[in-house]
């Protein structure tokens, strides 16, 4: 038995993850393990990152339930880094619960998480297993933004505060890779159409429906925002959405459903009836987002016929597994958002400016940091999670793992919050949180 197991530790994420895992801060109070198809291959691995001899391997073949039930059975927490998960992720959490064990991913893929909902979100909380889908850049910053600038709305305005609107603009340094690259293809050959036209609803993983949100828009602004922060439509906006909007509808229906015992914490999570989440990918110019938007159309449309599918695989195993060693340190990631609490005929609205950032390129280094920060904060910090996280089901980074996560996350060296109330309309003038 080990307390930590990864799940295709000889593909590139693995690689990163067990990595991460190997030269922890708190490596003394964890075992871990690490799993893969080829033992071989698994060997190597140990050798190339210089493993501790008690770092344990278990070769299992995800297409086979018998065998992903018994690679599952002997760990406390598992990190699922092998995707597609449409095609192999479900038999993966199915085991978990079958066994008691918490899980931890890295998929972007929407109608595959509302899957694993429908499926085993009652039985998660059943039996108090906690399964987090979305935990790397899909869509933890995301899902992590809001979270902070609805508390520093509670914390200094008051606890009644309600968000209104709430705008990300990402900026990021990274690189697709060609296994990001069988994904998308694999959206559009094994997922129903029916079902990706379904995922694109808004609130389309919530248990709560909220009010409409505003529709994309092929150039962005930022508000408040000086120098000005342009915006182009942002590829995983919707994936980052629909997380944000299962955190809110999580914190709405644990609160409307205690009427009778409804608790300063729990009002203090929630967002508010009429909370809309806006995303974009920030760019240096309007001219900027043009071009980038008809780039990401091209991109989209290539990948969505069959002959043009075709000739891209021929081009996929040119591209890199991921991020060169170079790129992984000089990358950044940066989300910068803009909170507006809902006004009353007695209180104006304010504003919040949140800002997440990450030191290293973010889709994939800094990926591997987040996944386990929230793998370890189910094995070791338990005890110190909000009541959701403790209760299980199948939930959001913040909604299972709360300020824990952004403590564990800091701690890293690697991430760095801030969130202030903006007092004018001057960036100068302002309350820090």
């Not at 990163?16 to 033992?39: C, D, K, M, Y």
């Not at 890295?106 to 906690?130: F, M, N, Q």
Request: net charge neutral.
């Amino acid at each position: 038995m080990v307390d930590i197991l990864v799940l295709g530790a000889t593909g590139y994420m693995g690689r990163l993850i067990t990595e991460v895992l190997q030269n922890h801060r708190e490596r003394p109070a964890f075992s871990f393990g690490i799993a893969a198809r080829s033992l071989n291959k698994l060997e190597k691995v140990k050798e190339d990152l210089k493993l501790d001899t008690n770092v344990q391997t278990f070769e299992f073949d995800v297409t086979d339930p018998q065998q992903v039930e018994a690679v599952v059975s002997q760990a406390a927490v598992i990190i699922n880094t092998v995707g597609p998960y449409w095609n192999w992720g479900t038999a993966v959490v199915n085991a978990c619960l079958k066994h008691g064990k918490h899980y931890v991913d890295l998929t972007g893929e929407t109608p595959w998480i509302r899957k694993v909902i429908t499926d085993y979100d009652y039985l998660a909380s059943r039996k108090h297993c906690v399964i987090i889908p979305s935990c790397g850049l899909d869509s933890l910053p995301s899902d992590l933004t809001v979270f902070l600038a609805n508390k520093t709305l509670k914390t200094l305005v008051g606890p009644e505060t309600d968000i209104e609107t709430s705008i990300s603009a990402i900026r990021l340094n990274t690189a697709v890779s060609a296994g990001s690259f069988r994904t998308f293809i694999s959206y559009f050959e094994d997922v129903p159409s029916f079902i990706r036209q379904l995922s694109r609803q808004d609130f389309y993983l919530s248990n709560v429906h909220g009010v409409p949100n505003p529709p994309n828009h092929m150039t962005n602004q930022l508000p408040l925002s000086n120098p000005p922060i342009y915006g182009a439509v942002y590829v995983m906006a919707g994936v980052n959405r629909a997380i944000v909007h299962r955190s809110w509808g999580l914190h709405e229906y644990d609160m409307r459903k205690s009427l009778t015992s409804r608790t300063p914490e729990k009002r203090l999570l929630t967002y508010g009836p009429q909370f809309k989440y806006e995303e974009f990918l920030a760019v240096s110019s309007r001219a900027s987002a043009v071009l980038t938007n008809i780039a990401i159309v091209a991109c989209v449309v290539c990948i969505m016929f069959p002959p043009t599918r075709w000739i891209l695989r021929q081009f996929l195993p040119l591209l890199p597994d991921g991020p060169s060693e170079a790129h992984k340190k000089d990358g950044f990631l940066e989300v910068n958002n803009v909170t507006t609490s809902s006004s009353t005929p007695a209180k104006a609205a304010v504003n919040v400016r949140t800002v997440v950032r990450g030191q290293g390129e973010g889709g994939y280094y800094l990926s591997s940091f987040m996944v386990t920060e929230c793998a370890l904060a189910l094995l070791l910090s338990r005890h110190e999670l909000p009541a959701l996280g403790q209760e299980g089901g199948v939930l959001t980074p913040t909604t299972a793992l709360g300020d824990v996560l952004v403590r564990r996350l800091e701690e890293t060296g690697k991430f760095n919050f801030h969130s202030e109330v903006i007092l004018g309309t001057d960036s100068e003038t302002r309350k820090t949180r």
